[in-house]
């Protein structure tokens, strides 16, 4: 539970059905649950028409509080519940490798990494930093992976958001430009009368959230110090 945040998106397999709340079991995280009005919009006549036991689901997480983790069905969108899949299918294809170069060892290695984070994630880490995978099977086994690994054709996750700037100051014409030009992991495009679309894309669906987040946190602190007046369109 550690290695999950609030806005994380992860997959989970429907444990039990109790009333009007589903329980799942999260991917490397425990337990969590989702309530009637976060499985779906609009009335629900019969949730097992949206969840039933052992189906493979991607949720958000909205809140953590102690051991609980509370869960949303609904707002995650098409886009990220296939990013989470292919994910999966990536970290499946991770474990063949593994075990082709560490043969009986690798279902050790699995088990003590996923101990602390996702295979994926501890795999797409040591491309950069192999550090950390070299002091767990040593330099020769890690070289033979990770040799693999980079061969492999990397998916590239895209994240997009809309947000409104507006003033109504004489100069907000060039105070906005200004404050856009600074935008450079992201590509924004002017949409209409102060919205804008903004779009980055990284080697997974977090890592690109994570950029964007930090992108328009940047961008509400600068339309702050300008007086200029900064929104987030909300799904």
Avoid at 59 to 87: A, H, M, P, W, Y
Avoid at 213 to 231: D, W, Y
């Amino acid at each position: 539970m550690a290695n999950l945040e609030v806005g994380d998106i992860v997959l989970c397999i429907v444990d039990r059905i109790v009333g009007t709340v589903v329980f799942v079991r999260i991917d490397g995280n425990g337990e969590g649950s989702i309530i009637t009005s976060e499985i779906a919009p609009g009335r629900i006549r019969n949730l097992r028409d949206y969840v039933v036991p052992k189906k493979k689901i991607v949720c958000k997480v909205l809140r953590i509080s102690g051991d609980r983790i509370d869960l949303s069905l609904r707002r995650v969108t098409q886009k990220e519940q296939k990013e989470v899949f292919n994910q999966e299918q990536q970290e499946k294809g991770h474990k063949s490798i593994l075990k082709s170069v560490l043969g009986e060892k690798a279902k050790e290695i699995i088990e003590k990494i996923t101990e602390k984070e996702r295979l994926y994630d501890f795999l797409e880490e040591a491309k950069i930093s192999p550090e950390k995978l070299e002091k767990i099977i040593g330099k020769p086994d890690s070289k033979k992976i990770l040799e693999i690994l980079n061969k492999q054709k990397q998916k590239t996750s895209i994240v997009k958001k809309e947000f409104n700037l507006t003033t109504e100051k004489s100069n907000g014409i060039s105070l906005i430009k200004e404050i856009l030009e600074k935008i450079k992991d992201a590509d924004v495009r002017y949409i209409s009368a102060g919205k804008y679309s903004i779009k980055t894309e990284a080697s997974d669906l977090k890592k690109a959230d994570n950029m964007l987040k930090e992108t328009l946190q940047e961008v509400e602190k600068q339309a702050k110090k300008q007086g200029l007046t900064f929104s987030i369109k909300e799904k």
